[in-house]
């Protein structure tokens, strides 16, 4: 399967900006997908990105794509503590192959 | 609510028991996934149907594992004979066929523990 991966944690302030980092292996992927999890429960799409693309913006999403580099970066401006969660990347085409999730914790 | 819904929430049995998990897709979605999730990794892939064919199995599901989805509708989700390695979320997932970006939808997973 495919390989994925994501740093296992992130602290950031209230307020401030976060940025959640992924590399995959596999350059197939027509689209490529951030999910959110929350505890107990399953997962959220937050945004994808068509893979000839570089970057789409969704209100307060970033999402950016190297495709030279295989690197995918998720950025939540003005991240909020309802926005504490595990966040999945997620690339290939119908059986999705996921990173283990980063662990994003806002502190006041 | 018309997201994907799953039962049992949670399941606890004991090794060596059967289990059967259901899976109801959104309507009109005929492609359905069962993913599982082991504590601190991501989902891995199971098998997905379109409408009532099984399309394909990965190497994690065992003789054990049975799934069906009868009438291209709700699906089910078997397990023979559990193991304590069984114990996981267990997430099912559907999506239209006719999306070209092919997003999937989350159920809020099964949790089994197999003691």
């Known amino acids: 399967g495919e390989d994925v991966e994501q740093s296992l944690f992130l602290s950031v302030r209230e307020g401030d900006s976060s940025v959640i980092n992924c590399t995959y292996t596999d350059s197939s992927s027509t689209y490529l997908y951030w999910y959110k999890q929350e505890p107990g429960a399953g997962l959220q799409l937050l945004t994808y990105i068509f893979s000839n693309m570089d970057m789409k913006q969704d209100q307060r999403l970033t999402v950016l794509l190297n495709k030279k580099d295989k690197h995918l970066s998720l950025r939540i401006a003005d991240t909020q503590t309802g926005d504490s969660a595990i966040y999945f990347c997620a690339v290939n085409d119908y059986k999705l192959s996921f990173g283990a999730g980063t662990t994003v914790t806002v502190r006041a | 609510d018309t997201g994907v819904s799953q039962d049992p929430r949670h399941k606890i049995t004991k090794r060596g028991q059967n289990v059967t998990f259901r899976c109801d897709p959104i309507?009109?979605?005929?492609?359905l996934y069962w993913y599982r999730q082991t504590l601190g990794q991501g989902p891995e892939f199971l098998t997905y149907f379109q409408n009532e064919a099984q399309l394909e199995k990965s190497r994690l599901l065992s003789d054990r594992f049975s799934a069906e989805r009868p009438k291209g509708s709700f699906s089910t989700l078997e397990i023979q004979r559990t193991e304590q390695g069984d114990s996981a979320m267990y997430l099912c997932?559907?999506?239209?066929?006719?999306?070209?970006?092919?997003?999937?939808?989350f159920g809020p997973g099964t949790r089994l523990t197999v003691l």
């Open positions: 309507s009109e979605h005929n492609r």
């Open positions: 997932a559907s999506s239209p066929e006719t999306s070209g970006r092919g997003e999937q939808f």
